[in-house]
């Protein structure tokens, strides 16, 4: 009996040492997830996704920043070449806050937010304003004194908020001009009195030997550039030699409310230029007032064939095609044309197969050669057309689908219509080696 009860002491001995150390582990886990989670402190105004433009008011002058096409920042109205403005915003969302400042006296002087020199207002999409003050940096150089309108509290806040305290905008236009390649752009926007367009880089290209970029606007499809046409590359020469040489002495206006040109680049590394060409100088002189990146100096440059620069037209540029890839890069192709339907098979490269049946591989080689020279000839405004001559339906590898359908426009162009959208016209007789080879298949 003695043996028994000395055994469940032990017993419960053990059971309340288990417990206590349970209970120790547990509690220095917690305290470890307090360490963890400890966060430094912040003061969220916005989200960032709401706010739809705010405004710099510092000892440089008034800076409205605005939203342009849901993409790119401008800044008093010009195109922001940088990111400068998504990093302030970055910050202006969530600040971050050193120190609370105990202000019994109420007095604002000694910490420069009496006369603030630095106001920042952000406007929401719901149309909710918020103010805000940045001071005088402290004598640690721990941070800024910060302050909310409408509000007592005083902060010292990050020194992050020196980008906002000494943000200019008159940058010299030699800082960012670089040579522009065709291999190193990223994005381009072109706009003058009779084009705007956009090209942009493919993600991930159908082929490596096609061209590395396609015209996002103002087609409804993704064309590719078309790298072999001269003009763009002349365009090209044309950007790397316009450089910041000679300002302007004239007093007038320069023309560039409505320019001959706005073009913005975009390099893959995030390097950005801009040029902006105004009115002609002198008329028939070639030599036109140009402004670069976001400096407000005028110059004058002279543009040995002003026409091309300013017309480049993207039906030009652009591989219209029902086809953007290699004919190995293909699974099927589906044509209908005057009652008859041809369905390529392409997955077998020994053999290809139409309507099931063999055919022969020059006549379909010779065939996808044709689809590929089907490329748009100019753009029109939008209107009813006529009947379908021919659709062409492109299964790529990937699966990825192309649709077209080329329908009677009048006496000398087809319509090209995608996804009900019809903007481009192409000549009737570029069809004629289309239609030939078309009758040389056999059908069932």
Same mark, same amino acid.
């Given at each position: 009996?003695? /043996? *028994?009860? =000395? ?6 001995? &053990?059971? $309340? +040492? #288990?417990?206590? %150390? ?75 806050? /050193? *120190?609370? =400042? ?6 604002? &002087?000694? $910490? +420069? #937010?009496?006369? %603030? ?75 003058? /009195? ?251």
């Amino acid at each position: 009996m003695k /043996k *028994r009860k =000395i055994a469940i002491l032990f017993l419960l001995a &053990a059971c $309340f +040492g #288990l417990s206590a %150390a349970f209970l120790l582990l547990s509690n220095n886990n917690d305290n470890t997830k307090l360490v963890e989670a400890k966060q430094p402190a912040t003061i969220e105004l916005a989200n960032p996704e709401s706010i739809t433009e705010f405004a710099i008011q510092n000892a440089n002058g008034v800076f409205q920043f605005t939203k342009k096409e849901e993409l790119l920042w401008a800044v008093n109205g010009e195109s922001l070449l940088d990111n400068k403005a998504d990093q302030m915003l970055e910050w202006l969302t969530k600040v971050e806050i /050193k *120190r609370t =400042i105990e202000n019994k006296s109420g007095a604002l &002087a000694e $910490f +420069g #937010l009496n006369d %603030a020199k630095t106001q920042v207002t952000i406007l929401t999409k719901d149309q909710k304003e918020i103010t805000i003050f940045i001071g005088n940096e402290t004598a640690t150089k721990e941070g800024y004194y910060f302050k909310k309108a409408g509000e007592d509290t005083i902060y010292i806040v990050s020194n992050e908020a020196a980008q906002i305290v000494s943000f200019s905008n008159d940058t010299s236009p030699q800082q960012t001009f670089f040579q522009v390649s065709l291999v190193n752009i990223e994005k381009l926007e072109y706009s003058s /009195k009779s084009q705007q367009f956009t090209i942009a880089r493919f993600g991930e290209k159908k082929d490596k030997n096609f061209s590395d970029y396609y015209i996002e606007q103002p087609f409804k499809t993704k064309p590719q550039l078309d790298i072999s046409v001269p003009e763009f590359p002349a365009f090209i020469e044309f950007v790397n030699g316009a450089i910041p040489l000679t300002e302007t002495e004239v007093k007038k206006e320069f023309g560039f409310a409505q320019p001959n040109l706005d073009v913005w680049i975009q390099t893959i590394d995030g390097e950005a230029k801009r040029i902006i060409v105004g009115d002609e100088v002198a008329e028939g002189s070639n030599r036109y007032f140009m402004k670069f990146n976001t400096s407000n100096h005028v110059y004058e440059m002279e543009i040995e064939q002003p026409d091309q620069i300013f017309g480049l037209d993207p039906a030009k540029l652009a591989i219209q095609a029902p086809v953007y890839a290699f004919i190995n890069k293909i699974k099927k192709i589906e044509i209908e044309h005057q009652d008859k339907r041809y369905a390529l098979n392409l997955e077998d490269i020994n053999q290809y197969y139409v309507n099931n049946r063999k055919a022969d591989k020059q006549l379909i080689k010779d065939l996808y050669l044709s689809l590929l020279e089907l490329k748009a000839d100019t753009n029109i405004e939008e209107r009813t057309t006529g009947d379908s001559i021919l659709t062409v339906s492109v299964t790529y590898a990937d699966n990825d689908v192309t649709m077209l359908s080329y329908q009677d426009f009048d006496e000398l162009f087809y319509s090209i219509s995608q996804d009900g959208h019809t903007e481009f016209v192409i000549a009737k007789d570029k069809f004629n080696r289309v239609f030939e080879l078309l009758s040389k298949i056999q059908m069932e």
